[in-house]
């Protein structure tokens, strides 16, 4: 597949415009969180032409790894802005992709001790909507890729988020960390953000093969979350584990699998929701 041309570092701004800004969150790892955000992320630039910033906030860098061939330039360091208390403009140190109208904020070492750096300060759990707000008429969409924790770093895309996709595992243990989730945003509501929502829950790795299981399942979680679970389910696709050995999104990597159609779906649900 042949290479798009690198963009420029930053998109023009667009005075008047307020860029949709969308958490990806999950007190737990394994679900499909950094999958989910880089795949809805990716749908939206690719299928609907939208000017969309991904931000890695997780510590780990795994937006880094999952899209790190279509990565065209280095960036600058999030930890630094967020030490800075906001004062940069997020958009100023997003790297260029590959994908049309995609740009990265890519995970840094910094990242690792910005608690400890930030802590006593007045407003730390506010930095990051600083950051994003110097950047809203630069973009559509801001997705902000959490840490699998409710640590200050996720406290932060809570504050600054419109709304929060939550991706789950269909197990007990995979959604036992869902209502601790939802806690977490009314208490963001009632304190730093009054129009934070949680848009939905999408249930992730779904196994085909136990249908019986997943049908028990989803009429419990149908139960307990009513409207908040979305009709779209992300099923288990080896096309996303190729794609991220690969380096690059689904719909590069697979455009025809599974996985890359459920995403497209899911993509276009939470622009329905939003």
């Not at 023009?12 to 880089?38: C, D, M, Y």
């Not at 032409?49 to 937006?63: E, N, S, T």
């Not at 630094?80 to 208390?85: F, K, N, P, Q, T």
């Amino acid at each position: 597949m042949t290479a798009a041309a690198p963009l420029a570092a930053t998109p023009v701004a667009e005075p008047g415009k307020r860029a949709f800004v969308l958490a990806v969150a999950a007190q737990k790892g394994g679900v499909g969180k950094t999958t989910t955000s880089v795949s809805i992320a990716s749908a939206w630039a690719r299928f609907h032409g939208l000017r969309v910033l991904l931000v890695d906030l997780d510590p780990q860098g795994h937006v880094d790894l999952a899209v790190r061939q279509q990565i065209t330039d280095a960036g600058g360091p999030l930890s630094s802005v967020l030490a800075d208390r906001g004062a940069t403009p997020i958009g100023e140190i997003a790297a260029s992709t590959t994908v049309e109208n995609l740009w990265v904020t890519r995970a840094d070492p910094g990242l690792l001790s910005i608690e400890e750096r930030l802590a006593g300060r007045i407003g730390r759990e506010t930095v990051l909507r600083r950051a994003i707000e110097r950047s809203r008429e630069n973009f559509d969409v801001i997705v902000l890729d959490c840490p699998p924790n409710l640590g200050l770093l996720t406290i932060n895309a809570l504050v600054a988020a419109d709304r929060v996709l939550v991706p789950a595992e269909p197990s007990p243990l995979g959604l036992a960390g869902v209502h601790g989730l939802f806690d977490a945003v009314n208490d963001v509501r009632d304190q730093l953000n009054d129009h934070i929502e949680v848009l939905g829950v999408v249930l992730t790795r779904m196994d085909g093969r136990n249908t019986r299981t997943n049908s028990a399942v989803l009429a419990s979680v149908e139960r307990t979350m009513g409207d908040l679970l979305l009709p779209v389910h992300v099923h288990v696709d080896a096309a996303l584990a190729q794609a991220q050995l690969a380096g690059e999104d689904v719909f590069a990597h697979r455009p025809t699998s599974r996985a890359a159609e459920q995403y497209q779906e899911l993509a276009e649900m939470v622009l329905s929701r939003r």
